[in-house]
């Protein structure tokens, strides 16, 4: 990279840090540090929950399956996300907006008591320390991939640039950046696509018509047969419609983004919106990909997986595109991260029960960002199943913390020994299909038939016998 892309990368990463200065206050209470005194606008909480659902999975990977000529099956999971959203905003926001609390997991202290409450957070902590970790290292594979530096130096500077604004500017400041950050990775992908277009001397619509007519729909079952297939059209739409209702109504870190507007209406047109972006944003990044195999078609250049889009912004990009480019991409991975960190933080607070002081808002924003750090580097970056376990992660859990939120509208007692045997059931029993090779489209439905039917059986027998 030239020092002028250097320089680029420099102002937007000291714009994230201002941002977070502007918002800081101390005496900040739990309140307006976790849910922004509830200012926020709907669609700056839009941008912001796209861009914290976009990770460099989404940024690299997709262009790469573009590039390889993949059918775009992938397009089957973002039309299931827009109506899983659609379900969230209408089924479980309202449930949230009814009562005064900050995490979602109040209301399952509020009817099962702390033990619950405490047992779905650290399901949650679990969840994205996990996933998240994965994510972190992806991004520092590839950020090391376009700087040319170790990866460990990687991990640490994406770790403490995004801890500084993380932590000084609470919720507010993440949206505000992550608003910044959306638009940033948005550009990149637009103006790459009119870059290639234009060196090549394409006609938009006539290119943009044959990248549609790859197939989209996926009507064949797999020679494995129908519950082992995750593209298969039905797996992939109840796949993305369960992902997207459970990461954007029972996961913190999304829910929280819709919780810091004014009401239940701005939450809601900011939740089902980002839906419809989602889908916008796939189509961008796969028809990159259908691009740079027409920019590369000469053959001279093997890539390795989804290091295609990486390897044109360093290579081909003028000066001065390439730095925002660079920029795009860590934006793609610090609205994540910073996300990670606010929640992660928020949840150990509020569903843990300590008090809230400036004090221990640092060191347990601290913890957390180490802990994220610490996961990225204890995992083997030369795990060729490392992607999968990423996006598998939450479809383990997912299914069980969407069951607490149906047994909150179911009007029965629920034991807590019922509600933690269904969990430890839920569990097994997902794992089991997991190993089987189960479509991971289909593990949130069958953790959460399971756990739900566990749950209520269990607790039909304690009150026989009682």
């Known amino acids: 990279m030239s020092l002028f892309d250097i320089t680029i990368l420099f102002v937007f990463c000291s714009l994230f840090i201002y941002q977070s200065v502007l918002h800081y206050s101390s005496k900040s209470s739990s309140k307006n540090y976790f849910l922004g005194d509830k200012t926020v606008g709907w669609k700056k909480s839009m941008f912001s929950i796209v861009a914290t659902e976009t990770s460099l999975l989404t940024f690299m990977s997709l262009p790469g399956i573009g590039y390889r000529g993949d059918n775009l099956f992938f397009l089957q999971l973002a039309l299931g996300y827009i109506f899983g959203r659609i379900l969230s905003s209408f089924y479980l926001l309202p449930m949230y907006f009814k009562s005064d609390i900050i995490t979602i997991y109040e209301l399952i202290g509020n009817k099962f008591g702390k033990l619950i409450q405490k047992v779905a957070s650290l399901i949650f ?32 500077i994406l770790g403490l640039i995004t801890l500084v604004y993380s932590i000084l500017g609470g919720v507010k400041a993440i949206i505000n950046i992550d608003s910044i950050q959306f638009f940033i990775y948005i550009f990149g992908g637009v103006f790459s696509i009119f870059y290639i277009m234009n ?18 729909i996926k009507t064949q079952v797999s020679s494995k047969g129908m519950l082992f297939d995750s593209y298969y059209f039905l797996n992939a739409f109840i796949g993305g ?69 990486a390897h044109f912004i360093i290579s081909d990009l003028p000066i001065g ?7 795009g991409v860590f934006s793609a991975a610090m609205s994540t991260l910073s996300s990670s960190i606010n929640s992660l933080t928020s949840s150990t607070f509020v569903d843990f029960d300590i008090k809230f002081t400036n004090k221990k808002k640092f060191f347990v924003g601290l913890f957390w960002s180490l802990a994220l750090t610490g996961m990225a580097l204890i995992f083997d970056e030369s795990n060729d199943a490392l992607i999968i376990t990423g996006i598998k992660i939450a479809s383990f859990t997912y299914g069980i913390l969407l069951s607490y939120f149906i047994l909150l509208k179911i009007n ?4 807590k020994t019922s509600i933690i045997i269904g969990n430890i059931f839920g569990l097994i029993v997902v794992y089991l299909c997991a190993y089987l090779g189960i479509a991971w489209t289909l593990l949130i439905l069958i953790c959460f038939i399971i756990n739900l039917i566990s749950t209520l059986l269990v607790n039909f027998i304690e009150k026989i016998i009682k």
């Open 125 to 156: 902590l679990c969840t994205r320390l996990l996933a998240d970790g994965v994510r972190f290292l992806l991004t520092a594979i590839v950020i090391q991939q376009i700087l040319n530096i170790p990866i460990e130096i990687c991990i640490v």
């Open 199 to 216: 060196n090549l001397n394409l006609d938009f619509l006539s290119t943009f018509n044959n990248f549609l007519s790859q197939d989209i």
């Open 321 to 327: 595109v390439k730095g925002i480019l660079v920029a």
């Open 241 to 309: 419609l369960l992902l997207s209702l459970c990461s954007h109504g029972v996961d913190y870190m999304m829910v929280q983004r819709a919780l810091c507007t004014k009401d239940l209406k701005s939450a809601q047109k900011s939740i089902i919106g980002s839906g419809f972006l989602v889908f916008f944003q796939f189509l961008i990044f796969l028809f990159v990909g259908y691009l740079l195999a027409k920019f590369y078609s000469n053959g001279n250049v093997v890539f390795e997986k989804d290091r295609e889009f």
């Open 412 to 415: 029965l007692d629920f034991s």
